[in-house]
T-cell receptor, first 114, second 111 residues
């Protein structure tokens, strides 16, 4: 079985500062990894994903995440955040070989302050 | 783009009512899912379906049932609504396991 841990429930940060949202996973099989973003009163949107290949993946709005197999991590980073990045971010994992179910972390609220 | 549509953004129902939450996707995805989202608990899987008329229980199926008569539609049914089912309900669909597309959510309040 897989599990996902997001240790930080909330991350406050000032505008234009860098940020890292942490995600660790547990799995006995190879996995696909995902980050989703949820803006207030909306559903979740896929931000980026790692399926295979390069361990560094990027989104169109400046976020990036790196798959680290030895540390079982998939941390999300952005070098300079904007007020509009304020949202809840969910890390998710699914086994790459069989079932389709995503297992989600409990989410991290990124609160960007002016 | 794949679109997943949930029929209601907000619902208020009375305790004991039978409640139907509808979800429709337009990209011929085989897989569909119902989650509930609660503060501090993240997303918890209620039911999922890999094909028409097929369903499997997720982590918290008690008090819920589902129906999938057509590929594009996946309905969540609260047989007898209770106040502890007040929550945000999210529907999603996917092609294999390359990531989900979510609907906008239905915020259900049971009074």
């Amino acid at each position: 079985a897989q599990s996902v841990t997001q240790l930080d429930s909330q991350v406050p940060v000032f505008e234009e500062a860098p940020v890292e949202l942490r995600c660790n996973y547990s799995s006995s099989v190879s996995v696909y990894l995902f980050w989703y973003v949820q803006y207030p009163n909306q559903g979740l949107q896929l931000l980026l994903k790692y399926l295979s290949g390069s361990t560094l993946v990027e989104s169109i709005n400046g976020f990036e995440a790196e798959f680290n197999k030895s540390q079982t991590s998939f941390h999300l980073r952005k070098p300079s955040v904007h007020i509009s990045d304020t949202a809840e971010y969910f890390c998710a994992v699914s086994p790459s070989d069989a079932t389709n179910k995503l297992i989600f972390g409990t989410g991290t609220l990124l609160a960007v302050q002016p | 783009d794949v679109k997943v549509t949930q029929s209601s953004r907000y619902l208020v129902k009375r305790t004991g009512e039978k409640v139907f939450l509808e979800c429709v996707q337009d990209m011929d995805h085989e897989n569909m899912f119902w989650y509930r989202q609660d503060p501090g608990l993240g997303l918890r899987l209620i039911y999922f379906s890999y094909d028409v008329k097929m369903k499997e229980k997720g982590d918290i199926p008690e008090g819920y049932s589902v129906s999938r008569e057509k590929k594009e539609r996946f309905s969540l049914i609260l047989e007898s609504a209770s106040t502890n089912q007040t929550s945000m309900y999210l529907c999603a669909s996917s092609f294999v396991n390359y990531g989900y597309t979510f609907g906008s959510g239905t915020r259900l309040t049971v009074v």
